[in-house]
């Protein structure tokens, strides 16, 4: 909302700007028209209005500049520009003085604010015209314009600018990337904008192609996968007969070489589009100037080659690329088939098939290792061949048998040539990025047939019988692969190895037996040897032949079971290996390094655990750090030294030297915090309690590591260490040095509540009582309402004081009590007023207690009043009798709101029936009446009937009711929801009018007959029964008693006035004469005065 009310405070400063908005806002347009803020013509005029007034604004800001590194230079006086834009004169100077609106700055801020603005006049408008083609396009262009001039910025500029631009092209990283990040907000308010518009826009080629573009151009990340899935929403999205137009400009994107120069111009061939032969690989049609080839020719790119050092052509994976030109080629141009081959060839081979290059190398080492003898008669190195393609050299520059025979396979890989750097830390820094990019690089070309051709290379030395040398493959396949699907590929292969050389070996034991069993046989049928012969085996016996034949099966046996032990112990390797794999696709993951030593760990191999944290603490940076903060190595690594290699000095030289020598940079200071605290906790342990107590203080001083160490500086504020500090401090310190470390934290504001807290607390028990209460004082100060410290320290502060000097010094605690409640928030204060009255009921004066009370009543917050007042009155009752409450509970009733003060005036009803004010406490009830409504508060006159039950009479009686009609139809037309009126309370019974008369008779000592009853005149009853459907039927009634009561005519005789007393003494019974004389009325008592003086007669 702050944005939105910024932009159009900037808005209406612009006169013209301000009639567009008027016009806009509009209800009605004229007769028979739309509103104006439907029209798409009126958003328009709007829009182009503010880009006029943005493109004088930036013009004059460009001049600016140019005259103010003028006047830098000539050192001339500043001079004053005016310029008028939609009805605003601006005047601006270096100098603000009278006359001068706007500094330098402030214009570029003013720039900036109309830009927002003009942001969100365009979202406005495609918010209420989200099906505006002409709305959408003007707005995206206008945002994509933006970052498009925020990035051209870094493209020009001083000498050091253009060494950082070759700096991003050696890197081959885009210029304008400097200035973003992942967390680029315009650009990714850019991307949303753009999806906004395709859900109503699908239709339309061109904003597909706008977004493509501004993806390819703009992405921080460089993803090509985003940007081909786009072109795949564009093919789905639309029809067929646009698809060429996608295509057209994804082509573009994936070869970088875009149409000549004329292909703008007229075709000869008659088509709508000129056919542009590119490089004489493949043809393309390009009838129109797409934003893709429009940006890359503005920017001096996709020329085939880079022309100077300042161009920059995004690339795509080669074999992405080679995927979405076979897809061109099979689902949309069938004759693309050839070139695409020539492209995917280098132009050195052409396959009808549209073979890929990836293709090609795998067929090559399937043939290779199916033959490898073969392969080695033909010349062919293939051994070498793999090894340049795997470890990033040129297949064609080192004397193989392929490039000796001239045969070129196409694949091309970066040299591995590198020069010679010195022995400093820059440059070997420099050497293994050289060495990571080119290995990333290779990794990027390569694909998914990585690991691929490491299994087919050691597949090669197995059928040629090199077994050790397909294991040491296999090692060096295992060491060199960055992705876990190569990493399964080459580890099920090399298993299978060893389990084929252990089936192997087991068949030529068994073989070897079966023949030695069947040269026995054949021994011992024929014939015996020569005299010679057998005198020599007489003299050496048979037990020779025995053992030669026994030290060949050892042999055997001891083959079998190195076998079997190397599969074994590849098996056991393999959670190593594949920690090795995760941690070379990103060195910086803390967890799996934690991870590898585990393993170790596990595996008793503690030295190499701790090798592993230590090459760790050398690899992971801080600021890239993952999984895991880089804390936890050191402390694991100091937990390996101490516990199981019970090496205590190598625990301490390693926290020495990431504490206080800062061979490792942390990026968060809570890290460092984290490792102080455990060479601290270290010395504790081995009980150095002086060197522990040196190491706390040190550690938060301030003066530790290198200067200028963002995380050292940090620790000076680190809770972790001033905590740990205390502890130390209150444990092995002094009473001194505890106070002055905790008076260094409260000086460096780094102290919080409970800190000083313990500080008071620990001054309380060393008996230094004031100050404690300095403490306090100090807290306070740093810690005031409405902090929700505030209230903690004031509540410990009040009860120190009081405990220490009760009411010894009671001016001093009447000062604190009345700072405490003048500067405490009305929703704290509640119990600081309790606190206060208590101490002046003990220790003070009546009159103060019952002045605090008064007080509380007027500060709490509505919610508590009604239990401060009830405390009040209790108190004042207390002390000064019943009847001093009575100007308590009127001041009650005029300040509670009705749910309260209805109790309240329950409550001083009751007190006044108590007196035997019986007057007084029904006036109290009637004024409270009005506050009670019956349907949400029948307590209030379940309670008022009792008492008229008990304290009335018939009259009073009906003053109730008739109060009670008149409140209910005073909040008839209020309605509550069934929460508010109770629902599901247990239903209270009350006494009906007839019982209630009769309890009043027997308290009055009348006997009253239910027969004779006299009904209550002048009751309306709340509903009507069955019988009486409506008034007509109750007026038609009492006409026909009229009659069947009237008095009989006379004919004129002289009334006897001795007649009528006796009709008026007999009034008080009821005559059913009438009733019996006349049919369809019921009989039933009717009071006497409903008749008035038409009196019923007893008499037929």
Same mark, same amino acid.
């Given at each position: 909302?702050?944005?939105?009310?910024?932009?159009?405070?900037?808005?209406?400063?612009?006169?013209?700007?301000?009639?567009?908005?008027?016009?806009?806002?509009?209800?009605?347009?004229?007769?028979?028209?739309?509103?104006?803020?439907?029209?798409?013509?009126?958003?328009?005029?709007?829009?182009?209005?503010?880009?006029?007034?943005?493109?004088?604004?930036?013009?004059?800001?460009?001049?600016?500049?140019?005259?103010?590194?003028?006047?830098?230079? #000539?050192?001339?006086?500043?001079?004053?520009?005016?310029?008028?834009?939609?009805?605003?004169?601006?005047?601006?100077?270096?100098?603000?003085?009278?006359?001068?609106?706007?500094?330098?700055?402030?214009?570029?801020?003013?720039?900036?604010?109309?830009?927002? *603005?003009?942001?969100?006049?365009?979202?406005?408008?495609?918010?209420?015209?989200?099906?505006?083609?002409?709305?959408?396009?003007?707005?995206?262009?206008?945002?994509?314009?933006?970052?498009?001039? +925020?990035?051209?910025?870094?493209?020009?500029?001083?000498?050091?600018?253009?060494?950082?631009?070759?700096?991003?092209?050696?890197?081959?990283?885009?210029?304008?990337?400097?200035?973003?990040?992942?967390?680029?907000?315009?650009?990714?308010?850019?991307?949303?904008?753009?999806?906004?518009?395709?859900? /109503?826009?699908?239709?339309?080629?061109?904003?597909?192609?706008?977004?493509?573009?501004?993806?390819?151009?703009? #992405?921080?990340?460089?993803?090509?996968?985003?940007? /081909?899935?786009?072109?795949?929403?564009?093919?789905?999205a639309l029809p067929a007969s646009q698809h060429e137009r996608i295509w057209e400009e994804c082509l573009c994107w994936v070869t970088g070489i875009l149409p000549s120069n004329n292909s703008a111009g007229s075709s000869s061939s008659g088509e709508g589009g000129l056919s542009v032969t590119r490089k004489g690989i493949h043809k393309v049609k390009y009838g129109f100037e797409s934003p893709l080839v429009a940006e890359w020719r503005k920017r001096g790119w996709g020329c085939g080659q880079l022309q100077s050092e300042n161009e920059y052509i995004p690339t795509v994976p080669t074999e992405t690329a080679l995927r979405i030109l076979r897809r061109y080629a099979q689902c949309f141009d069938t004759t693309f088939s050839e070139d695409l081959a020539t492209f995917s060839g280098g132009g050195a081979f052409l396959s009808p098939n549209g073979t890929t290059r990836h293709e090609l190398w795998l067929r090559f080492a399937d043939v290779c290792t199916a033959h490898p003898t073969e392969a080695k008669v033909a010349g062919v190195d293939f051994d070498g061949i793999i090894r340049a393609v795997l470890k990033g050299q040129d297949v064609r520059s080192g004397g193989s048998g392929i490039a000796a025979g001239g045969n070129d396979l196409g694949f091309e890989v970066f040299d591995n040539t590198s020069k010679a750097f010195g022995a400093s830390e820059d440059d070997k820094q420099q050497q293994t990025k050289e060495a990571t990019n080119k290995s990333q690089a290779v990794n990027h070309r390569l694909g998914e047939m990585e690991g691929t051709l490491w299994t087919r290379l050691a597949e090669y030395h197995v059928r040629a019988g090199d077994f050790e040398l397909a294991r040491s493959v296999y090692e060096e396949a295992l060491d060199a692969i960055t992705r876990v699907r190569d990493f399964s590929l080459v580890f099920d292969a090399y298993v299978r190895f060893e389990e084929g050389v252990i089936e192997a070996l087991m068949e030529l034991m068994e073989d070897e037996d079966e023949d030695g069993d069947e040269d026995g046989m054949k021994d011992d049928k024929g014939d015996s040897m020569g005299d010679e012969n057998d005198d020599l085996d007489i003299l050496l016996g048979d037990h020779v032949n025995n053992a030669v034949a026994a030290d060949e099966n050892a042999g055997a046996s001891a083959d079998v079971e190195l076998a079997?032990?190397?599969?074994?112990?590849?098996?056991?390797?393999?959670?190593?290996?594949?920690?090795?794999?995760?941690?070379?696709?990103?060195?910086?993951?803390?967890?799996?390094?934690?991870?590898?030593?585990?393993?170790?760990?596990?595996?008793?191999?503690?030295?190499?655990?701790?090798? *592993? %944290?230590?090459?760790?603490?050398?690899?992971?940076?801080?600021?890239?750090?993952?999984?895991?903060?880089?804390?936890?190595?050191?402390?694991?690594?100091? #937990?390996?030294?101490?516990?199981?290699?019970?090496?205590?000095?190598?625990?301490?030289?390693?926290?020495?030297?990431?504490?206080?020598?800062?061979?490792?940079?942390?990026?968060?200071?809570?890290?460092?915090?984290?490792?102080?605290?455990?060479?601290?906790? %270290?010395?504790?342990?081995?009980?150095?309690?002086?060197?522990?107590?040196?190491?706390?203080?040190?550690?938060?001083?301030?003066?530790?590591?290198?200067?200028?160490?963002?995380?050292?500086?940090?620790? +000076?504020?680190?809770?972790?260490?001033?905590?740990?500090?205390?502890?130390?401090?209150?444990?092995?310190?002094?009473?001194?040095?505890?106070?002055?470390?905790?008076?260094?934290?409260?000086?460096?504001?780094?102290?919080?509540?409970?800190?000083?807290?313990?500080?008071?607390?620990?001054?309380?028990?060393?008996?230094?009582?004031?100050?404690?209460?300095?403490?306090?004082?100090?807290?306070?100060?740093?810690?005031?309402?409405?902090?929700?410290?505030?209230?903690?320290?004031?509540?410990?502060?009040?009860?120190?004081?009081?405990?220490?000097?009760?009411?010894?010094?009671?001016?001093?605690?009447?000062?604190?009590?009345?700072?405490?409640?003048?500067?405490?928030?009305?929703?704290?204060? +509640?119990?600081?007023? %309790?606190?206060?009255?208590?101490?002046?009921?003990?220790?003070?004066?009546?009159?103060?207690?019952?002045?605090?009370?008064?007080?509380?009543?007027?500060?709490? @917050?509505?919610?508590?009043?009604?239990?401060?007042?009830?405390?009040?009155?209790?108190?004042?009752?207390?002390?000064?009798?019943?009847?001093?409450?009575?100007?308590?509970?009127?001041?009650?009733?005029?300040?509670?709101?009705?749910?309260?003060?209805?109790?309240?005036?329950?409550?001083?009803?009751?007190?006044?029936?108590?007196?035997?004010?019986?007057?007084?406490? /029904?006036?109290?009830?009637?004024?409270?009446?009005?506050?009670?409504? @019956?349907?949400?508060?029948?307590?209030?006159?379940?309670?008022?009937?009792?008492?008229?039950?008990?304290?009335?009479?018939?009259?009073?009686?009906?003053?109730?009711?008739?109060?009670?009609?008149?409140?209910?139809?005073?909040?008839?037309?209020?309605?509550?929801?069934?929460?508010?009126?109770?629902?599901?309370?247990?239903?209270?019974?009350?006494?009906?009018?007839?019982?209630?008369?009769?309890?009043?008779?027997?308290?009055?000592?009348?006997?009253?007959?239910?027969?004779?009853?006299?009904?209550?005149?002048?009751?309306?009853?709340?509903?009507?029964?069955?019988?009486? *459907?409506?008034?007509?039927?109750?007026?038609?009634?009492?006409?026909?008693?009229?009659?069947?009561?009237?008095?009989?005519?006379?004919?004129?005789?002289?009334?006897?006035?001795?007649?009528?007393?006796?009709?008026?003494?007999?009034?008080?019974? @009821?005559?059913?004469?009438?009733?019996?004389?006349?049919?369809?009325?019921?009989?039933?008592?009717?009071?006497?005065?409903?008749?008035?003086?038409?009196?019923?007669?007893?008499?037929?």
């Open positions: 909302m702050r944005a939105i009310k910024s932009c159009l405070s900037t808005i209406v400063s612009y006169p013209e700007l301000l009639q567009h908005e008027e016009s806009l806002n509009n209800s009605q347009g004229a007769a028979g028209s739309v509103s104006a803020c439907y029209d798409v013509m009126s958003w328009i005029a709007y829009l182009e209005s503010l880009d006029d007034v943005l493109d004088m604004l930036k013009e004059v800001h460009e001049n600016i500049n140019n005259q103010s590194a003028t006047s830098k230079k #000539d050192h001339h006086v500043a001079r004053t520009t005016t310029l008028e834009a939609a009805g605003r004169t601006f005047r601006i100077s270096p100098i603000l003085a009278p006359g001068i609106t706007h500094t330098p700055a402030q214009f570029t801020k003013e720039i900036k604010q109309l830009i927002q *603005a003009r942001i969100l006049v365009g979202e406005r408008s495609v918010s209420l015209l989200p099906g505006s083609y002409k709305l959408w396009k003007n707005h995206l262009t206008f945002r994509t314009g933006l970052l498009d001039m +925020s990035s051209g910025k870094n493209n020009t500029g001083s000498g050091g600018n253009k060494d950082l631009q070759k700096i991003c092209n050696h890197n081959r990283i885009p210029s304008y990337l400097l200035t973003a990040s992942s967390k680029f907000k315009h650009y990714h308010a850019t991307v949303s904008a753009f999806e906004r518009s395709l859900v /109503r826009l699908h239709k339309m080629p061109r904003l597909w192609l706008m977004y493509a573009t501004f993806v390819i151009l703009y #992405d921080p990340e460089r993803n090509p996968t985003t940007v /081909r899935r786009i072109y795949d929403r564009a093919l789905v079997i032990s190397r599969a074994e112990h590849l098996t056991s390797r393999r959670p190593l290996l594949l920690n090795r794999v995760l941690l070379r696709q990103n060195p910086h993951n803390v967890g799996e390094w934690i991870k590898r030593s585990e393993l170790y760990n596990d595996l008793g191999e503690v030295d190499m655990a701790a090798a *592993a %944290l230590e090459e760790s603490l050398k690899t992971v940076s801080s600021r890239k750090a993952v999984n895991g903060s880089p804390s936890t190595l050191v402390l694991t690594l100091v #937990d390996i030294y101490e516990n199981q290699q019970t090496n205590v000095d190598a625990a301490r030289n390693l926290l020495e030297r990431i504490c206080s020598k800062n061979e490792y940079e942390f990026q968060d200071s809570e890290d460092l915090a984290q490792c102080h605290a455990a060479w601290v906790e %270290l010395e504790l342990r081995h009980e150095n309690w002086d060197m522990s107590l040196e190491l706390a203080r040190r550690a938060v001083s301030g003066n530790i590591g290198r200067k200028g160490a963002k995380a050292a500086r940090g620790l +000076s504020r680190s809770l972790r260490l001033w905590n740990l500090l205390f502890d130390m401090e209150e444990s092995l310190g002094t009473i001194q040095t505890t106070k002055d470390a905790y008076d260094r934290a409260l000086e460096w504001k780094v102290a919080t509540p409970s800190h000083v807290l313990n500080y008071a607390s620990f001054l309380k028990e060393k008996k230094y009582f004031e100050e404690s209460f300095a403490a306090y004082e100090r807290g306070l100060g740093l810690f005031q309402f409405p902090h929700a410290g505030a209230t903690l320290l004031w509540k410990n502060y009040l009860t120190d004081f009081l405990e220490r000097y009760g009411g010894s010094k009671t001016p001093r605690a009447r000062e604190l009590f009345d700072r405490c409640l003048a500067e405490c928030p009305s929703e704290n204060a +509640s119990e600081f007023y %309790l606190l206060y009255g208590d101490y002046e009921e003990n220790h003070g004066l009546t009159k103060r207690a019952l002045g605090v009370y008064e007080r509380m009543c007027n500060a709490v @917050p509505a919610a508590e009043k009604y239990t401060a007042y009830r405390l009040y009155i209790a108190k004042a009752i207390q002390y000064l009798g019943v009847t001093s409450a009575r100007p308590i509970y009127e001041a009650a009733i005029s300040t509670l709101v009705d749910g309260p003060a209805s109790r309240i005036c329950l409550e001083y009803a009751k007190m006044e029936t108590g007196l035997r004010e019986t007057d007084r406490a /029904r006036a109290v009830l009637v004024y409270g009446a009005q506050l009670a409504d @019956p349907r949400r508060d029948p307590d209030y006159w379940k309670a008022w009937h009792e008492f008229e039950v008990s304290n009335g009479n018939e009259e009073t009686f009906r003053e109730m009711l008739r109060v009670k009609r008149s409140v209910q139809a005073a909040f008839s037309t209020v309605n509550y929801n069934s929460a508010e009126m109770g629902a599901g309370a247990p239903k209270v019974e009350t006494l009906t009018e007839e019982s209630a008369l009769e309890m009043i008779a027997k308290s009055e000592g009348v006997e009253v007959d239910s027969k004779k009853q006299p009904l209550i005149g002048g009751f309306v009853q709340g509903k009507r029964k069955a019988e009486v *459907a409506d008034l007509g039927e109750v007026e038609r009634r009492a006409a026909r008693l009229r009659q069947a009561t009237a008095a009989p005519d006379t004919g004129g005789d002289e009334i006897d006035i001795d007649d009528i007393d006796d009709d008026e003494e007999e009034e008080e019974e @009821p005559s059913n004469s009438a009733a019996r004389s006349t049919t369809g009325v019921t009989e039933k008592a009717i009071p006497t005065a409903l008749y008035g003086g038409l009196a019923p007669s007893t008499e037929k």
